[in-house]
């Protein structure tokens, strides 16, 4: 099923550089506006296990990590998947065990789960993992490929926007 709006589906590290390694909003104060615009109009989206894995890694102190703020502030966009999604998930895991890592005490890693979101609304992936080497476990790339969904960077979305910082 895909989605008449083009969007994107946004991982853990892709948030991260976002928020806290290469765009802070205190000095990309114009493309924090587009994100939330994006967020607004329903374009960017996660899933719950990305919320997971920002909540397990952060620092839990209030006012010291944006990168938890920022999540908090955008939870709207961290969603379960719906069942169309559920049975792409599936494959993935049938498939492409290599991919699917659990993680102690979190459940699984979102890796699968956000191809499998993306793959469900027809929306490229962004994400900061490389494609895994011939002789490397599988990852995010490489599994994206057998489901058609496009893995990117944060700039060429920030371009295919049309946006300038």
Not at 124 to 132: S, W
Not at 147 to 164: D, H, R
Request: glycine share 6%; charged share 25%.
């Amino acid at each position: 099923m895909t989605s008449l709006l083009n969007g994107y589906v946004i991982d853990t590290d892709a948030i991260l550089h976002l928020v806290k390694r290469q765009y802070p909003k205190k000095v990309f104060l114009s493309l924090h506006d587009n994100i939330d615009n994006l967020i607004n109009q329903g374009c960017l989206v996660s899933c719950a296990e990305v919320l997971n894995e920002l909540e397990a890694a952060g620092i839990h102190i209030p006012g010291d990590d944006p990168v938890l703020e920022w999540a908090h502030m955008h939870n709207g966009i961290f969603q379960e998947l719906n069942p169309t999604a559920e049975e792409i998930l599936a494959d993935i895991m049938e498939n492409h065990p290599d991919l699917v890592k659990t993680k102690s005490g979190s459940g699984f890693d979102a890796d699968a789960m956000l191809i499998a979101v993306a793959a469900e609304k027809g929306w490229k992936l962004i994400t900061y993992e490389n494609r895994a080497g011939a002789a490397s476990k599988e990852k995010i790339p490489n599994v994206a490929d057998a489901y058609s969904v496009e893995c990117i960077l944060l700039p060429k979305a920030f371009e295919e926007l049309g946006w300038k910082i």
